[in-house]
């Protein structure tokens, strides 16, 4: 990197005089076009309350038109569906996942109907299925990789049956995405797209969409400690093996790659950008979401200044895209902003959203900035 000049005749905070101006130096921009929304979907017998996850619910089938009028309305491109399983229907092998008429495939197949041009993302992996929880097949000892295959596989093909644009494996089994990449193409499904959760960590940030999704709490480890998914998620730890996820993914057929979670792993997702010139998605997951609904709640935060700050800095860190509970409701607000945009005073309504101030553009501390006509 060539740095040009020096103090006093290079000043920085030139450029951050006028809002026009740190708007036209503005590296990074966050749109509604950028944003996915996870969706929950129940039967009608359960619970639509997520109390670990404020503002945010489980749909029911006859619901949909609600929250997708929403997403409509904003300008969301794509949606991400997670269903909660009756318990009844979850079994060892979570062989549910596979049925063409579970909660998820009937949710695909509706969702097209009202709203063809929404894009339909579903995750694949076993965990709202399973009665132990884990994302593969469960042996008593460990999660049995290769066997997990072969459920996946068929997970993924009844979505993409159901009318699925893009799946989506959560499960980090080896070798998954080859097998459904396969299975995909075998059955005339050459343009379903695969996003990949390739860099997907054993985080403790999942705690609230474990409890959305109704996950059993996870068998007891070989140690007889409580259970966990380290033996197939990611050591948060290691970003080394993130590029060999990646890279293995890649091969294996991936259109594109996932870091999750998103704000504790900024330096995945750089470092993932700089390796493979490949499309990265950033999960900003539950847990994140949670603690800034908590503290928001408790006046501490500016909810909406924060949430905007923490996925920007995932654009910024390389992500195209952001899997993020708060979708609907930023979207919302960059819409009302960019509305509003206006300088010199000039009474502009945009009325395609562009490009945005950022609130963290329109704190005005040193900068003489609100009335710049007049400002000479
Ligand atoms: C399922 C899955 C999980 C999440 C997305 N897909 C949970 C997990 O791996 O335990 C977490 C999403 C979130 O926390 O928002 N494999």
Same mark, same amino acid.
């Given at each position: 990197m060539n740095f040009y000049g020096q103090f006093p005749s290079t000043r920085l905070r030139r450029l951050r005089t006028y809002p026009w101006l740190r708007d036209m130096v503005q590296e990074t921009w966050l749109h509604p076009s950028d944003l996915i929304l996870p969706i929950f979907i129940r039967t009608p017998d359960a619970s639509a309350e997520i109390e670990s996850m404020p503002g945010i619910r489980r749909w029911t089938l006859e619901e949909l038109p609600q929250i997708i009028d929403q997403v409509l309305e904003v300008g969301i491109p794509a949606i991400a569906l997670f269903p909660l399983t009756p318990f009844a229907l979850k079994t060892v092998d979570g062989a549910e996942a596979c049925n063409p008429e579970n909660l998820i495939c009937k949710a695909i197949r509706a969702i097209k109907k009202m709203a063809p041009d929404i894009g339909i993302i579903t995750d694949v992996a076993l965990d709202p299925y399973t009665s132990h929880g884990h994302d593969g097949v469960w042996n008593g000892h460990i999660v049995d990789n290769d066997q997990s295959l072969k459920l996946l596989t068929n997970q993924a093909l009844v979505q993409a049956e159901a009318g699925a644009d893009v799946i989506a494996p959560s499960d980090m089994m080896d070798g998954r995405v080859a097998a459904i990449r396969h299975a995909l193409d075998s059955n005339n499904f050459q343009n379903c797209a695969i996003l990949s959760y390739a860099a997907k960590y054993a985080s403790s940030f999942y705690g609230p969409f474990r409890e959305a999704v109704g996950a059993i709490k996870l068998p007891p480890n070989p140690h007889g400690k409580a259970g966990d998914k380290k033996t197939y998620q990611m050591n948060p730890a290691n970003s080394d093996e993130a590029l060999r996820e990646v890279a293995l993914d890649l091969q294996e057929g991936a259109d594109m790659v996932m870091v999750k979670p998103g704000l504790p792993y900024l330096d995945v997702i750089a470092r993932v950008k700089q390796t493979f010139s490949v499309p990265i998605f950033a999960y900003q997951v539950s847990g994140e979401y949670a603690l800034i609904k908590a503290a928001a709640a408790q006046g501490w935060v500016d909810e909406q200044a924060v949430m905007k700050e923490s996925l920007i800095a995932l654009k910024r860190a390389g992500s195209v895209g952001i899997f993020t509970y708060a979708a609907l409701e930023v979207a919302r607000d960059l819409i009302l902003v960019y509305s509003e945009v206006s300088y010199?005073?000039? !009474?502009?309504?945009?009325?395609? !959203?562009?490009r945005t101030s950022l609130p963290f553009n329109d704190v005005v501390d040193s900068a003489p900035s609100k009335e710049p006509a007049q400002k000479k």
């Open positions: 010199n005073n000039a !009474p502009t309504k945009r009325l395609i !959203p562009s």
